[in-house]
């Protein structure tokens, strides 16, 4: 098929095109609904299979890290496969993984199959994203991007809305079962709008290079997961998986510069767009999933919060991504390095907003920060978008949309990582330091205005006093990790004023 080279709007698009947004649409949905559902039934999974707080982060952060090693695969394999068999493939096996994960019995096998989830999932979104980009012309990528964004920011806002009410009417398994019959219609629809995109090359993989970058990530993510339970460089085990990440990555590195057809074509990052935009994109994926992870522990836990008020609080991020669809066609045309950092400030407002929270906070405050993270979210990611690929050539943008993607996904699972790092050691911590205030001797426990219940010569009443502590220290931790997120949005904003333009004549 062609790209048209036709200076009208939108609505001068083919049907194929419009079948091509919505394919792209649908597919996009599904993957954002799994990662923020998983989210949402965190807490019923972890008291069902007896997790503790870090073991059940793997379900999330497995899932991130399968699909950042799995996405540099997408351009060899839609070559070698042809774009319908590749995407067909690829939602067919995201809809079982999800049934799969609907029957697990175990966090293992939990794990395992969101880990064949991220595997399936890692085309989904640059292969929709390459689609397009070679299905349009240039003067209507905003506009496409834009529109194929609202499956991708859909997905997020039903996932914990329908997530939450499943749970709540059944258990966590129904959230994953209501993936199959979207996924079907998905696998539908992939077959008849790529039906005359099936042609295939024999391009060369470097293998090399892949297990090199895939081992170094791998390394470093369960560097971020355990490091905390195994003390850290104090365990062998840590040492050993430095090594293993320090090394593979030095000879990825090596590779990629010497190797006459790398993995990473080093072409890519003379693109200044191009490597200004990917490092914004691991700056976007650090803010993604963040919330989406922390809140529900927060809200079930120290709020006791039902799962289907969470769900609905969580989905107010979406609704600012729809009020920003209102204003980013125009934003990105006129002005998109100030687009991009207008959306960063946002989010490092959201993030220092919500480190202002304390344990009485109120619905009002969580859905006022979500929704301004949702919008700025929004406002940075299309002129984003736009910008890293306007001044790539065209052949290499298959190969720059996995890379772009790989980064997005990796620092999403490495800042998950970390901020629930941040919020464990914090809790211990703070909760090793407010106890020592806990004595018969401490006269401002035996004031009037302290519950009775609070009482220290009871065991009962030691318990609850412990309890409490336990919840002002967790609070604590989660006001660590919003400031950590605040920070790093805030870092990134002088970033938007590096890039440049495209020239007139693209």
């Known amino acids: 098929m062609s790209v048209t080279t036709q200076q009208g709007g939108i609505f001068s698009c083919t049907g194929r095109q419009w079948l091509i947004l919505l394919m792209v649409q649908l597919s996009n949905l599904l993957f954002g609904m799994t990662i923020t559902l998983a989210n949402v039934v965190l807490p019923e999974v972890r008291g069902t299979l007896s997790a ?51 029957l697990a019995n175990s966090l293992e096998a939990l794990i395992l199959f969101r880990v064949f989830q991220g595997i ?121 998986l430095a090594i293993v990440g320090g090394v593979s990555f030095w000879m990825f590195v090596v590779h990629c510069l010497t190797a006459a057809q790398p993995f990473l074509n080093p072409r890519l990052l003379r693109d200044r767009n191009f490597a200004i935009g990917i490092t914004i994109a691991f700056v976007m994926g650090m803010l993604s999933f963040t919330t989406l992870t922390l809140f529900p522990s927060l809200l079930h836990d120290l709020r006791d919060y039902p799962d289907s008020v969470i769900g609905s609080l969580l989905a107010a991020r979406g609704l600012g991504n729809w009020m920003a669809f209102l204003v980013i066609v125009p934003f990105t045309r006129v002005a998109p390095r100030l687009a991009i950092a207008c959306g960063l400030a946002l989010q490092a407002i959201a993030g220092l907003s919500m480190a202002q929270f304390d344990i009485n906070l109120t619905f009002f405050d969580v859905f006022w920060t979500n929704m301004l993270q949702g919008f700025g979210q929004s406002i940075a990611f299309t002129p984003m978008t736009v910008m890293a690929f306007a001044t790539l050539p065209r052949h290499l943008v298959t190969e720059g949309s996995a890379i772009f993607t790989l980064l997005r996904n990796f620092g999403s699972s490495m800042f998950i990582s970390l901020t629930v790092m941040v919020l464990l050691r914090s809790t211990t911590i703070n909760y090793a330091r407010l106890t020592e205030f806990i004595s018969p001797y401490n006269k401002a426990l035996v004031f009037p205005g302290v519950p009775s219940q609070w009482g220290l010569d009871t065991a009962t009443g030691l318990l609850r006093v412990s309890n409490e502590i336990q919840r002002q220290a967790a609070m604590i931790g989660y006001i660590n990790a919003f400031y950590l997120m605040g920070f790093a949005a805030a870092v990134a904003v002088p970033l938007a004023g590096l890039m440049r333009g495209a020239s007139k004549g693209e």
């Open 52 to 102: 503790t707080q870090d073991e059940i982060s793997w379900v999330i952060t497995l899932n991130l890290v399968a699909t950042a090693v799995a996405t540099p695969l997408t351009g060899w394999l839609s070559s070698r496969l042809g774009w319908r068999t590749l995407m067909f493939a690829t939602v067919t096996g995201f809809t079982v993984s999800s049934f799969l994960c609907g």
């Open 120 to 240: 399936f999932g890692a085309p989904i979104m640059p292969m929709g994203q390459a689609i397009l980009l070679a299905s349009f012309p240039r003067h209507l990528h905003a506009t496409a991007l834009v529109i194929w964004g609202i499956g991708a920011v859909f997905g997020p806002v039903l996932g914990p809305v329908l997530g939450s009410m499943a749970t709540e009417a059944s258990n966590w398994r129904a959230a994953f079962f209501m993936i199959v019959p979207p996924g079907c219609a998905a696998m539908t629809c992939v077959w008849f709008a790529l039906s005359d995109r099936t042609e295939r090359s024999r391009l060369r993989f470097d293998w090399t290079g892949f297990l090199t970058l895939s081992l170094a990530i791998l390394a470093a993510q369960l560097i971020m997961d355990r490091g905390q339970r195994w003390d850290w460089f104090d365990a062998n085990e840590i040492v050993v």
